[in-house]
Structure formats: structure tokens, C-alpha cells
């Protein structure tokens, strides 16, 4: 790769990400704007993957913890982007009780729709905030 190829390449790198950082400090310094924490919650059946949410929901983050509404999980709690299952080696496992935080990152957002639990017994699930965006 020659000099000024490698110039470019950093050049372009470099702008988009000062570009992601303009739109985060253009949020940060706007005007307020009322925005309310939103709680979920989702329970589901042992063996089926249910998504977060019904449809296209943004948020630049959300933390959720396995526990069912009513009570405590009797079991493991599997999150994952796409198809989830118990045991899949790609998901986060949370025992009952334990929380995880996803975060879009600068700039970013993430669609609640796109997030689907599966639970190792069936009524448990989880309780989550998020402000939407």
C-alpha cells in the first residue's frame, strides 16, 4: 500500500469519526428534550426466542436483568441478536438476578426489536430500562 494511500485511508477514517463525535456533542448541547425511562418487561416460553420488543423500538442503551416480573427466575435467562437458544455458545447466559447493560456506542442506536431472549424454564424473563430515542 503506497504513502498516500495509507494517508487517505487514515484521512477518511478520522473524518467519520469526528463526524459520529459531532452528532453526539450536537445531541449533548441541544436543546433538553424530555425523555422518559421506559421500562420492559418480556417473559417466555422454555425453547422459543421471543424478541425484546413487538416492533422497531430505538435506544442508544438498555439494561436488563433476569427476573420475572413477579418474582425470581427459576433458571437461566439467553440474549442474543438472532436466532437464541439454551446452550448456544454466541449469547449471553444471565443467571437469575444478574443484570447486563448493552450500549450502542457514540453515535449509535439500537433497535429493541432486534434482541431475543430464550429461557431454560418457562414464565421466567426479564425486566429492563431504556430511554428511547
Not at 119 to 133: E, F, I, K
Request: glycine share 10%; hydrophobic share 45%.
Amino acid at each position: 500500500m503506497s504513502g498516500s494511500s495509507t494517508l487517505a485511508t487514515i484521512q477518511a477514517t478520522m473524518d467519520a469519526d469526528t463526524s459520529a463525535m459531532a452528532l453526539d456533542l450536537a445531541e449533548l448541547t441541544s436543546a433538553p428534550v424530555a425523555k422518559t425511562l421506559t421500562l420492559l418487561a418480556k417473559t417466555a416460553t422454555s425453547g422459543t426466542q421471543a424478541a425484546l420488543v413487538a416492533s422497531q423500538t430505538f435506544c442508544r442503551s438498555v439494561t436488563l436483568q433476569a427476573k420475572k416480573v413477579t418474582g425470581a427466575n427459576a433458571g437461566n435467562i439467553f440474549i442474543g441478536m438472532a436466532a437464541v437458544s439454551v446452550g448456544d455458545a454466541e449469547v449471553f447466559e444471565l443467571t437469575p438476578g444478574q443484570p447486563i447493560t448493552i450500549d450502542g456506542g457514540p453515535g449509535t442506536k439500537i433497535d429493541l426489536n432486534t434482541i431475543f431472549i430464550d429461557v431454560d424454564t418457562t414464565g421466567d424473563g426479564v425486566v429492563g430500562l431504556y430511554v428511547p430515542v
